[in-house]
């Protein structure tokens, strides 16, 4: 029924493209109005509209249709490149906060700078984000002359750009280039800052993704860390790793009647569904003996269960070369899903040392997290998030759930005349491989070029292997050659030319062909493996038919791949099975491409449920972030006025110090206990009070009195500073006193979440539990900061300038006495050589002070810095 009333009345994305292209018409309309104007008088125009949108007098939609004509315009002068209709298209969608599904090579990079330019008029600034340095240097750079031609300047944050004044540089700038990495680390590391002005970032207002999906889809599942070493004490990962050699793997056999139990056998079974390891009875026990402990999972044994359980995670679950790659003695994790290094990324709770122990490699601290967020939680700061990409409608359902975002897919500028093919699925993984070389092998005889899609860099170099013998010359690019993917990329495209390529690294670059190339049939995509998201298959196939070219692409499967093997094999299996299927022989059927189509929308949705328990779980932590990072703003700014904020607290300190001294408003005074208030003011603020400075006749009095003598003490003891000084003094105290509260709180909280999911055994939603238990200790943690506030302030010792300046008189003196003594042995020394032997510490000292050498010169070491004068 929906299809019929899509045919009649045309899809809800039908009527929005149609609802844009009718402003698009009007944008044509004012091409040859611009056109005839010289240079000057079209940037004239343009600062008068951006002036109008300044002073308020204009909105951005108002200026939209001349703003994107200018630009379109200011563009064929500049860049030689003029903005097709379908490109004004995703320019609106964009400027309207949408994602903008366009295919590869349809010119997205041009497309962003038609809102970029519109709301770069505000003057706030612009991020564009890109998947990694080199398009986000190139692009700023191509793209320059354009941005300066209408009076914006351009920057690039890149990881290389190491002093923040040059990084502040570039975020000052009216449009910035950059990475999901650094501008996420940015954030973090600026709410780490005690002074304003070293914050780099200015404002998060509009923001531009490109190739949405791969960030805030695919890299979203894991958060940005910022961490230190955790101080805490070391587990013996190596015993781990040994015991968890010694444990023999099962298997999980479902029984054959519905009356009977699963039976497992072996130490332990892999869900690889859940990237999963499950202890059996037998194994717990060979586990307890082998660590020697009566309970494996006791609390104090607590730590002992959850690394045996890792160090099987990290041979069972993770491969090398496929989730993570060995390189000068360090374990690097691999993406899975752009086949790069994630370098400086270490997996959490263990499981990178596990790594570590299993390679036999230096083995790091585990560290504790400082700072932490989400990309979900980064974006979503932004007053207008946009992105694009060449694949979307597979995730909408995620985009418009987690971030709001609605896609609009625009049609290409050319009809696509790319065939793809059916998938080839053979019985084994040789098989398969044997097929794919021997297609390779045929379109390079041809001189068609051919980009061939792995999985992982341990088939990439498989099939390199296999194409070596075959003498088939080729380029092979992944994680170990991320450094060359432009160039290789690049290149791609001209005749014979063959590239293997790890889940679409490269992307982002054009794959250009010559006409002698288009006509050999234009670039052929071979797929070895079908990806667990349907979006990185589409992105493979992509690469070909840009702009109208010609291109194929089909891909070869196997029944040992991972994703047929764990979630749909059995069906395909059993139509092989009837066909009769012999060695080397495939078979090549829409319905078996449905059917791993089906297993891929299962994986799909597997993965959304995981990064939205990852969401949810951070929405609560985010909460938090806020009120801590907009307090720690407060407390950078000149303006902020710490001392009521102190006064506040005192008045908190002493209600509880009342309260735990068991007084409580309408008391009788004669059950005030004196003493217990006394001692805790001597222990807390080591401030000696008598009963007779305390005696008061209710509550309220009492309360007063306290609080009058503690502000009088504190203001006696910051007299010693100038007020400036004093609120100086009393602001970076209260920052540090914050932060490190916050660093044991983000500490607690993931202590809290990794135990969480036990209380589902006791029919309490785990979700729900974490937030009462994050809310309660959030409380304890903004009551513990202002505690110690006042107990840091009341105890700090400042020191008067009298004080500073007999400090330097003694330290002057004792610099003095130590040079006499060492040029009085140095004389005794020339006097007489044979002492420049080494003297034995009971010998008579060389000074001459008849003291043994032990008691005097030799006391403690030879006198060499400060110490030695004491």
């Not at 920057?155 to 040059?166: K, M, N, P, T, Y």
């Not at 903004?782 to 330097?808: A, G």
Request: negative net charge; aromatic residues 6%; proline residues 2%.
């Amino acid at each position: 029924m929906l299809n019929i009333f899509s045919k009649i009345f045309g899809t809800t994305n039908d009527r929005e493209v149609k609802r844009y292209a009718k402003r698009a018409e009007a944008i044509n309309a004012l091409e040859e109005q611009f056109k005839v104007m010289d240079d000057e008088a079209l940037k004239n125009y343009f600062n008068e509209l951006k002036t109008q949108v300044q002073a308020n007098e204009k909105t951005l939609d108002d200026v939209l249709n001349e703003s994107f004509a200018i630009t379109r315009e200011a563009s064929r002068r500049t860049l030689n490149m003029r903005h097709y209709d379908v490109q004004l298209i995703g320019g609106m969608v964009l400027n309207d906060g949408r994602i903008a599904e366009m295919k590869t090579g349809e010119g997205k990079t041009l497309v962003a700078t038609l809102p970029v330019i519109l709301n770069a008029m505000v003057g706030r600034g612009v991020h564009v984000v890109t998947v990694n340095d080199y398009l986000a240097s190139r692009d700023a750079k191509e793209l320059e002359p354009l941005y300066n031609f209408l009076g914006f300047n351009v920057g690039a944050i890149v990881a290389e750009l190491g002093d923040e004044q040059s990084r502040k540089e570039q975020y000052l700038a009216d449009i910035t280039y950059g990475t999901n990495n650094e501008f996420g680390f940015d954030y973090l590391r600026d709410n780490m800052k005690y002074d304003l002005q070293e914050k780099v970032q200015r404002d998060h207002y509009f923001v531009i993704v490109d190739e949405v999906d791969s960030i805030l889809i695919d890299e979203a599942r894991t958060p940005l860390i910022i961490s230190g070493p955790a101080n805490r004490k070391g587990v013996d990962y190596a015993k781990a790793n040994s015991i968890a050699l010694q444990l023999e793997k099962g298997e999980l056999i479902e029984p054959k009647k519905p009356d009977e139990k699963p039976i497992t056998t072996g130490d332990f079974t892999v869900d690889e569904k859940n990237k999963a390891v499950l202890m059996t009875e037998a194994g717990i026990e060979k586990a307890e003996q082998l660590f020697g402990v009566d309970n494996l999972y006791s609390l104090e044994n607590a730590m002992l269960s959850h690394h045996l359980d890792q160090a099987l995670k990290a041979h069972h679950v993770f491969e090398k070369d496929v989730d993570y790659v060995v390189r000068d003695n360090e374990v690097i994790i691999v993406d899975e899903f752009t086949g790069r290094l994630s370098e400086g990324r270490r997996y959490s709770d263990g499981l990178h040392q596990a790594l570590e122990a299993k390679e036999n490699v230096s083995i790091q601290e585990e560290s504790q997290t400082l700072a932490d967020i989400t990309y979900q939680n980064y974006f979503r700061m932004y007053d207008k998030l946009a992105g694009m990409t060449g694949t979307a409608q597979t995730e909408a359902t995620e985009f418009a759930e987690i971030y709001n975002l609605d896609v609009v897919s625009i049609p290409t500028n050319v009809p696509v005349q790319r065939i793809d093919r059916n998938d080839l699925i053979y019985k084994s993984e040789r098989e398969k491989f044997d097929a794919v070389c021997a297609k390779i092998q045929e379109y390079h005889k041809k001189g068609q070029p051919v980009l061939v899609g792995t999985a992982s860099i341990e088939k990439s170099e498989h099939l390199n292997k296999l194409l070596k013998n075959a003498k088939v010359p080729h380029t092979v690019l992944n994680a170990k050659q991320h450094e060359k993917e432009g160039k290789i990329i690049a290149d791609a495209g001209q005749k014979g030319a063959v590239t293997i390529a790890t889940n679409m690294a490269g992307r982002g670059v054009d794959i250009k062909l010559t006409q002698e190339t288009l006509d050999l049939g234009g670039l052929a995509i071979i797929g070895t493996e079908r990806h667990e998201s349907r979006r990185i298959d589409n992105q493979l196939r992509g690469r070909s038919g840009r702009q109208g070219d010609v291109g194929e692409s089909q891909f070869y499967l196997s029944l040992e791949d991972n994703l047929l093997r764990i979630f749909g094999s059995d069906k395909i299996k059993g139509i092989m099975e009837r066909l009769g299927i012999e060695e080397g022989e495939h078979i090549e059927s829409s319905m078996v491409t449905r059917a791993v189509e089906n297993a891929q929308k299962k994986v799909e949705s597997m993965h959304f449920e995981s990064r939205k328990h990852l969401l949810e779980y951070d929405d609560v932590a985010n909460k938090q972030r806020k009120v801590i990072y907009a307090f720690r703003n407060d407390l950078l700014n000149p303006e902020f006025d710490i001392a009521s904020k102190i006064d506040e607290n005192r008045l908190e300190y002493v209600a509880n110090l009342l309260a735990s001294c068991e007084i409580f408003d309408g008391m009788p005074s004669e059950d005030f206990d004196y003493d217990k208030i006394i001692v805790r003011l001597k222990e807390e603020l080591n401030l000696v009070a008598t009963k007779e400075d305390l005696q008061a006749d209710d509550y309220v009095a009492l309360e007063e009195k306290l609080i009058s003598i503690l502000k009088s003490m504190y203001d006696d003891k910051m007299s010693l500073a100038a007020p400036d000084q004093r609120s100086e003094i009393e602001r970076i105290l209260y920052l540090q006193i914050l932060d490190n509260a916050w660093r044991e709180h983000l500490y607690s909280m993931d202590t809290l979440k990794t135990g969480i999911g036990l209380r589902g055994y006791n029919q309490k939603d785990p979700l729900v539990e974490y937030k009462k238990e994050s809310y309660n200790m959030f409380v304890e943690l903004t009551s513990s900061i202002k505690n110690e506030i006042i107990k840091v302030l009341f105890t700090v010792q400042l020191r008067s300038k009298d004080d500073e300046q007999r400090d330097k008189e003694m330290l002057e003196k004792m610099i003095s006495d130590m040079e006499h003594d060492q040029e009085q042995l140095q004389t005794n020394l020339s006097d007489n050589p044979k002492l420049e032997k080494k003297i034995a510490r009971n010998e008579p000292c060389p000074c001459g002070s008849g003291k043994k050498y032990k008691q005097c010169c030799g006391k403690s070491g030879p006198k060499r810095g400060l110490v030695a004068g004491n």
